[in-house]
């Protein structure tokens, strides 16, 4: 591989860089959510209607990014990266520049894309950019600027946009994407992939190896059972906690407040124990959604459990990531995309279960649908832990006669995460 750059700033730089781009793109995600009925009226579609905006975007990321990460595997990351972040910025001002329904659709389901590659490109730009033993930590720095979206980024852009009209939040978006492009410019160096990782046979191979599917469908059952109570949080609220009004707002604030929380400290199990962190975040994860079932009716307690599922939910993300993109090896630059996937693909079959559940029996069922899938999710987290990397000695051997600039006894973060799940 060719010698890999200082960055501008140093790590500090990259990675306020990435959390910045994340922020944007997680607030983009939830805009349209916050938005719904300014769009609806604007451009004279149903409420409905107007949500199919959230499923392109969410069918964008899970199959898009996915497949934009593959044909691009083989590219410097920076160069993704900042072609990821420019899509992004274009894709936004185009609801704003043409008012018809049919493109604001195509456009949602390319903003998908493009944040699932961004996922990818900026998790794999790390390689070589973040010291061995911050790989983790740095990632969940970039789930972070996600997680922050939902607590921050979305209220404000929310608050905008009702304010000076719905396109104005876009065209933010825009401005800000053009601003991460050219810090990326300015800040990261060319970052190079390795040669043995170039080929899409390669990619697929590896990551969509056995091993790292186990961690991916861990990922979706979590996500599942969050989703299936926390989509029917706010009738939840009224008729079982009898939370109505402003007072849903807080909790609303709280809960992503907690997401923020728990990514970041999650992000430090990441680097040391990312095993351990998935094993009792899915028990966490189970008690919160149990407790939230069986004392819905006392608000501090509801609350509570509310927000530990923030809390264990996203606290696992880190390790969720680190954990596939160790088990993918030379795959990572596509693998670093699915957990993505897998996590739109648990929220939509969350929201499935848990209104299947509600048809049964009630809100409250809906809430213990989810601790079910999370009580399944432990099992696959205690199973998926005995899992490892394959040796790399016999994807490294082709790479010799290409060396790499780094400090004695050193090695790549994707390898040192390779190296913490032989550990672990």
């Not at 006392?298 to 459990?305: D, K």
């Not at 929201?351 to 809100?363: K, N, P, T």
């Amino acid at each position: 591989m060719e010698a890999i750059g200082k960055p501008r700033g140093g790590t500090p730089a990259v990675l306020v860089l990435f959390f910045v781009g994340a922020f944007a793109m997680g607030s983009a995600e939830l805009l349209v959510m916050g938005m719904l009925d300014l769009i609806s009226a604007d451009l004279a579609v149903s409420i409905p209607v107007a949500g199919t905006l959230v499923t392109a975007f969410a069918l964008g990321m899970a199959l898009g990014g996915p497949l934009l990460a593959l044909l691009t595997a083989h590219l410097d990351r920076r160069a993704v990266l900042v072609g990821a972040v420019a899509a992004f910025a274009l894709l936004n001002l185009m609801p704003v520049l043409v008012a018809d329904y049919t493109l604001f659709l195509v456009a949602r389901a390319g903003v998908g894309a493009t944040e699932g590659l961004f996922v990818a490109a900026a998790l794999t730009a790390l390689d070589g950019v973040v010291p061995r033993d911050r790989a983790g930590r740095a990632m969940g720095v970039v789930i972070t600027g996600f997680a922050a979206a939902s607590a921050v980024g979305m209220p404000l852009a929310s608050l905008l946009g009702r304010e000076l009209g719905w396109r104005v939040s876009f065209v933010g978006l825009a401005v800000i994407g053009v601003g991460v492009v050219l810090a990326a410019l300015l800040v990261l160096p060319p970052v190079p992939v390795a040669s043995a990782s170039r080929t899409a046979g390669a990619q697929l191979r590896h990551a969509f190896a056995p091993r790292v599917l186990a961690v991916l469908a861990l990922c979706c059952l979590v996500f599942a059972g969050v989703q299936s109570a926390l989509t029917y949080l706010v009738p939840y609220l009224g008729e079982v906690t009898g939370v109505t009004g402003p007072l849903v707002v807080g909790v609303l604030f709280a809960f992503g407040v907690a997401t923020t929380v728990g990514s970041a400290v999650g992000s430090r199990f990441a680097d040391a124990h990312a095993v351990r962190a998935l094993r009792y975040g899915t028990i966490g994860l189970m008690i919160s959604l149990l407790v939230m079932f069986f004392f819905g009716g006392q608000v501090t307690v509801a609350v509570l459990a509310i927000v530990g599922v923030g809390l264990f939910a996203m606290g696992m993300a880190p390790a969720m990531q680190s954990r596939v993109m160790s088990l993918a090896g030379p795959g990572a630059a596509l693998a670093a995309s699915l957990p993505a996937s897998a996590s739109n693909a648990g929220d939509a079959v969350g929201a499935l279960l848990g209104g299947a559940a509600i048809g049964q029996a009630g809100l409250a069922a809906a809430v213990l649908a989810g601790a079910v899938v999370a009580a399944t999710a432990v099992v696959v987290a205690v199973a998926t832990g005995r899992l490892r990397p394959q040796a790399p000695a016999a994807e490294a051997a082709p790479q010799t006669a290409e060396p790499r600039r780094v400090e004695p006894g050193a090695g790549t973060p994707t390898e040192a995460l390779a190296a913490r799940g032989q550990a672990d």
